[in-house]
Nanobody, 119 residues
Framework: QVQLVESGGGLVQSGGSLRLSCAAS????????MGWYRQVPGKQRELVAR???????NSADSVKGRFTISRDNAKKSVYLQMNSLKPEDTAVYYC?????????????WGQGTQVTVSS
C-alpha cells in the first residue's frame, strides 16, 4: 500500500540546480525519519542527507553548503534542493523513509531517480 514516489531528477550542467521530491502515497501509515541517498554503479550507496520527524538534519560533508534537505509532514514529502551541482554528484538518488504501519516499523526505499551533471 505504501510507496515512495520520487521526481525531479534529470540532466543539468555543472553549476546548475535541481530539486528532488519524494512523496509517500498510500494509507494507514505514519512516517519517521526520512533521507536521501545516492549510488554510483559499482560503489556502495551513501548518505546524502537525512531529516528527523522533528526537523533536525544532517548531511554528508561533500554536499554541505550546496544541498538542503527539508520535509512537509502534511504532504508526507521530503525534498532535496541541490545547488552548485558538480559532475561528481552524478548518481542515482534514492528516497528513504522509516514508515510505521499497524505499529510495525519498515524501512522503505523509492525507485531512484537519475541525476546527471555534465561538465
Amino acid at each position: 500500500q505504501v510507496q515512495l514516489v520520487e521526481s525531479g531528477g534529470g540532466l543539468v550542467q555543472s553549476g546548475g540546480s535541481l530539486r528532488l521530491s519524494c512523496a509517500a502515497s498510500g494509507s494507514g501509515f505514519s512516517i519517521g525519519g526520512m533521507g536521501w541517498y545516492r549510488q554510483v554503479p559499482g560503489k556502495q550507496r551513501e548518505l546524502v542527507a537525512r531529516i528527523t520527524s522533528g526537523g533536525s538534519t544532517n548531511s554528508a560533508d561533500s554536499v554541505k553548503g550546496r544541498f538542503t534537505i527539508s520535509r512537509d509532514n502534511a504532504k508526507k514529502s521530503v525534498y532535496l534542493q541541490m545547488n552548485s551541482l558538480k559532475p561528481e554528484d552524478t548518481a542515482v538518488y534514492y528516497c528513504n523513509a522509516y514508515i510505521s504501519r499497524l505499529g510495525v516499523r519498515y524501512d522503505y526505499w523509492g525507485q531512484g531517480t537519475q541525476v546527471t551533471v555534465s561538465s
